[in-house]
């Protein structure tokens, strides 16, 4: 701050001219730090992130401002090569402050979205171990990692990262399913299993591939579009584990019939433990509406799923997957089912064409009518206040609201009261229960503020989150008056058959 002050008075400005008073440097970092606050490193990627462009402005303003923000801006570190390593191990012995603030870290190929050869997972594993104290979470992305490069010994140094819980493996080419496991294994304290767009260039399963260590304190696992040995192996670690929370991806094509029993054994294998299931199906083609029961019966049946307690469901363009979700649902046995999502993931350049297709749909084929009859039955009694929810985003672009997509604000307060109304009129039995709730942060429909009880619709990965939030609080208070209640019970249950000492 100092030096910004004292460039403007050696340009010999005049008085008049002076620039208006400035805030305290200290003032000004907690306002950093408040920005900061806000930078959410659970998401995958950040680009685009309001507070991470506003941290970035501000590290441009001066000197003072650019170290302040120095250490928010390096909790997540990006690698692409040996030299960043070397790099960042030089910094963290100049500056061993920083080894507290580093998170996550991300290696990966040269090319973003392209799958290069990754040569320095192995330097950062000799080269960091033990030096990254804070560190909670190692992404892997765009990547090639073929055979040779990474010695076994490195895979050692990678079990010094004691407190990493997430590894995250992202549109890379493994070379075989015993170099996978042995990654995942190295983690000793790897609760969090996240595999997208990951190849194999082994085409078969090894049935003989060790299962990792850390199978039985696995809780999250995801997995989209992997190769069919890598499903295999992740079908075997659930089956090894107590998943709490499972994401799939299903692409929806089952004319391949090995296809379709990975997807249902993926499912099976972790049916009796996990309560969250995100669904994300990208079909392309439609299936006859005379076999999409006995397909969903196949493939996508969650009938074993008896302590699911939230489903969320989320669909590509075009939507042909919609058909679905009521046969999907009337299969789930059960009675802990409190919140239910449905996101439509348009694309960023068709928003209106897609929004307007999505609601054409559901005003024709019935499905909205069907399931609002499925969800009176007895086993969803449960459903919290709010607990159903309907979404539409733009897919690979969640920090851009929906409304700056459409032609106007009136345009988009236009489209989202078309949906509101078909929605009620076809819903009527979830209307009455008052298991919807409206959630719209930046305008409002009909006029009608914030949290109305009747409808969920959501137009941000951010919305859908505070949704997700709020039904986390609910089924967290639930649980804990159950136990209350149950804990009440025992005590009433040991007075009754205490025995008499009255005498």
Request: proline share 4%; hydrophobic share 45%.
């Amino acid at each position: 701050m100092e030096e910004c002050a004292s460039t403007a008075a050696a340009s010999g400005a005049s008085s008049q001219d002076d620039p208006a008073p400035r805030l305290p440097t200290e003032i000004c970092g907690r306002i950093i730090d408040h920005v900061a606050a806000g930078l959410n490193l659970h998401y995958t990627s950040l680009a685009g992130n309001p507070a991470l462009l506003a941290l970035q402005s501000c590290a441009l303003v001066c000197r003072d401002w650019y170290f302040h923000t120095w250490y928010h801006l390096r909790q997540r570190v990006h690698l692409r090569d040996r030299n960043d390593v070397r790099s960042l191990s030089r910094t963290l012995h100049e500056r061993p402050r920083l080894r507290g603030v580093v998170q996550q870290v991300v290696i990966s190929g040269h090319t973003p979205r392209q799958r290069s050869l990754m040569q320095h997972l192995g330097t950062f594993a000799a080269m960091l171990a033990g030096k990254l104290p804070e560190l909670s979470r190692i992404s892997i992305e765009d990547a090639e990692w073929p055979v040779g490069l990474m010695r076994v010994e490195d895979f050692g140094y990678l079990a010094a990262f004691h407190f990493v819980h997430t590894l995250a493996i992202a549109n890379v080419t493994v070379s075989s399913i015993a170099q996978l496991a042995r990654l995942i294994s190295a983690l000793p304290a790897m609760r969090y299993l996240h595999c997208i767009n990951v190849a194999c260039s082994q085409k078969h399963p090894v049935s003989t591939v060790s299962l990792p260590l850390n199978c039985a304190i696995l809780e999250v696992l995801e997995v989209q579009w992997v190769a069919p040995a890598v499903e295999d192996l992740l079908v075997r670690i659930s089956q090894a584990s107590r998943l709490h929370t499972l994401y799939f991806g299903v692409n929806g094509d089952f004319t391949s019939s090995s296809a379709g029993s990975r997807t249902q054994a993926l499912l099976d294998a972790s049916a009796a433990s996990v309560e969250v299931l995100v669904l994300w199906i990208a079909s392309a083609s439609s299936v006859d509406s005379h076999t999409v029961d006995s397909t969903v019966e196949r493939h996508l049946n969650l009938s074993r799923h008896e302590r699911l307690w939230r489903l969320e469901i989320r669909l590509f363009h075009p939507f042909v997957a919609w058909s679905w979700i009521p046969h999907i649902v009337s299969r789930i046995p059960s009675d802990h089912l409190m919140a239910f999502s449905v996101l439509f993931l348009s694309r960023a350049d068709h928003a209106a064409a897609d929004f307007d297709g999505a609601v054409t749909m559901m005003e024709e084929d019935g499905i909205l009518v069907r399931l609002d009859d499925i969800l009176q039955a007895d086993r969803f009694a449960n459903i919290a206040p709010g607990g159903i929810c309907l979404g539409l985003l733009v897919f690979e672009n969640d920090w851009l609201p929906l409304v700056k997509l459409f032609d106007s604000e009136s345009s988009f307060r236009e489209h989202c009261g078309r949906w509101d109304e078909l929605v009620r009129r076809k819903m009527p039995g979830c209307d009455r229960r008052g298991i919807w709730t409206y959630v719209i942060h930046s305008v409002r429909c009909n006029g009608r503020d914030a949290l109305s009880p009747l409808l969920s619709i959501v137009y941000s990965i951010e919305e859908h989150d505070n949704w997700r939030r709020n039904m986390d609080k609910i089924h967290k208070a639930t649980k804990n008056q159950k136990a209350k209640s149950g804990v009440e019970v025992q005590r009433e249950d040991d007075a009754a058959h205490a025995p008499d000492t009255s005498g």
